[in-house]
């Protein structure tokens, strides 16, 4: 069997398993898709945007659960209160006891799944479960251009600066790069990409034009939870691509000697070590890769 047909047969038999296929989802009478939007809303509350970003819904589609959950009872559309310009979604008091009732019917559906396992069948299929979820997060993270100054870049960028100033020995002085990266690759000098997963800033990364046909890869980040995964592999691929769509055939990366994953990662994807080309005080290693020869 191979791996595409293995992920198919699971997906059979997990969505029929939990009751997905099911008109009411867990007997509460809300199909699948309203229900786990009662739970998006009642777990962390949100705005429309929050729960699209969330949820990778459609807005169309998001409008119209929105408007059934409305119509019975369980939650409530209006005007954020810190910006009138965002709709911020609440559980009614009907709304909160369905998602209370809806808590309990998952915990319950997931125990009575794992009863008939031993102590090592559980710990198996539990450590299973979490390798497959982290990489299918990896694989289906959203990859997409932002302006530097964006509050989600800024997000992902200040975790990535705090892991440096606590990994290098010499700190990192993140108020003068950010003042660097708003000049060099903001309103069209570079593109910077961030990754998203439900939401929120999993990784990141950025390139600009350096010299004549050599383009730079700057501030590549992913989260530790995520590392591992084959986000970083695939998020370098995706700026040594827009190295190449500005135009460059030779892209350049530094990195600090503390950063020993990343080093193997550029080592594996071909790149080459070069002499320094750069003033950057943080840098102890440099590479170079011929993108001509992908």
Known sequence: MDDVETLRRFNRTY????GALDESYLGLGLPLG????????GTAGATVRDLRERLGLDSGYLS???RTLEERGLVEV??????RRRRRVRLTRRGRATYSRLDHRSEALAEMLLAPLTENQRERLSDALATADLLV???TARLREADPRAPVVAAAVGHYFAELDERFTSGFDAAGARADDAVSMGAGAGRFVVATSDGDPVACGGVQTIAPGVGEIKRM???????????GSRLLRHLEQLVADLGHDVVRLDTNGALGEAI???DRAGYRRIDRYNDNPYAEAWFEKDLARR
Do not use: K, N, S
């Not at 309203?34 to 809303?41: D, G, Y």
């Not at 209006?78 to 910006?83: E, L, S, V």
């Not at 995520?226 to 986000?231: D, E, I, Q, T, Y």
């Open 64 to 66: 119209r659960l929105l």
């Open 221 to 231: 980040w992913v989260h530790p939870d995520w590392r591992g995964a084959g986000l």
């Open 264 to 266: 193997a990662m550029y």
């Open 137 to 139: 997060r990896a694989a």
């Open 34 to 41: 309203a229900a786990r939007l009662v739970f998006e809303i």
């Open 15 to 18: 969505t029929q398993r939990i």
């Open 78 to 83: 209006g005007a954020d209160p810190d910006d």
